[in-house]
Structures are given as structure tokens and as C-alpha cells.
């Protein structure tokens, strides 16, 4: 995954992510230019802005859709994560992070995230227990197969 432009476009990164590599966002389309449009379509500025990242995980749910995607969302533990990243894609928002990856999914007994802020809070490309335990609560919201 590029690195983020703007600090504060994380949810817009990975929720692009998630579109892209899903296909149902050309793939072909700059990740950047990408960015762009997901931003706009999600809200900027009301839901997605310089002053608060994204407003609420709503605004990734609603852009998921949008592209007639199904959606569902849960609070989980590490071991809940971990079953969910090993069967589907998605978005992964620690709330001690303040920060969205997308799902990649799982490395051993890691979840294997595609992280637009690489070292962000100790995590680079896989998050293990600990570090997920350490920034919970954390939120997925992930593709129904």
C-alpha cells in the first residue's frame, strides 16, 4: 500500500485498499487518483476531514456499500479478528491507534494488514496479539462472503 498523502486520509487509504484489491475499483486507476475519488464519495468534508480523519466508521461502511458490496461490522477480540481476516478483507480500526488498515489477511498467528502509515504505533505490515490487545478496543468492519 502507498504511503498516505495527508495524515488524517487513513479510513480513505484503506477503504480504497479494500475496493482495489477486490476489483471492484479498477485496479488500474493510480492509487492516488483512487484516493481521490473514494474521498469524495465518502464525504469529504463532512464525513472525512483534515481536522478529524473520519468522522465515524459509518462512512466506511457507507462507500463499501456503495460499490454493492456486503458489509458487516463487529468490536472483536484478537482471536475473532483473526478468523475473520483469515476468510475475508476489509478494514481494522484500533481505537487506542485512531487509525484504519486494510485486511490483507492473516501471517501465522498475526493478522496481515496493508497499512498506509507504515510504524504508525509499532505496527508495520502485521499486528500480533499484543499490539492488537494494547491499542483495543478494536472495530472491523469486513466483507460478507
Not at 481521490?36 to 462507500?63: F, L
Not at 490483507?104 to 496479539?129: F, K, L
Request: with cysteine.
Amino acid at each position: 500500500m502507498p504511503g498516505q498523502y495527508y495524515d488524517w486520509t487513513c479510513s480513505v487509504c484503506s477503504t480504497t485498499w479494500v475496493l482495489q484489491s477486490t476489483g471492484v475499483l479498477d485496479p488500474g486507476i493510480d492509487a492516488y487518483t483512487a484516493r481521490q475519488q473514494v474521498g469524495y464519495e465518502m464525504g469529504y468534508p463532512n464525513c472525512v476531514n483534515e481536522t478529524y480523519g473520519c468522522m465515524s466508521s459509518d462512512c466506511v461502511k457507507n462507500e463499501l456499500r456503495r460499490y454493492d458490496l456486503t458489509v458487516d461490522s463487529a468490536y472483536c477480540t484478537f482471536d475473532q479478528a483473526w478468523v475473520i481476516a483469515s476468510s475475508t478483507t476489509g478494514t481494522i480500526n484500533p481505537n487506542g491507534m485512531y487509525h484504519f488498515m486494510a485486511i490483507r489477511g492473516v501471517s501465522g498467528d498475526n493478522i496481515w494488514v496493508a497499512n498506509s502509515a507504515q510504524g504508525y504505533r509499532g505496527v508495520w505490515e502485521t499486528m500480533n496479539r499484543s499490539q492488537f490487545n494494547s491499542l483495543g478496543p478494536t472495530e472491523l468492519i469486513y466483507l460478507v462472503p
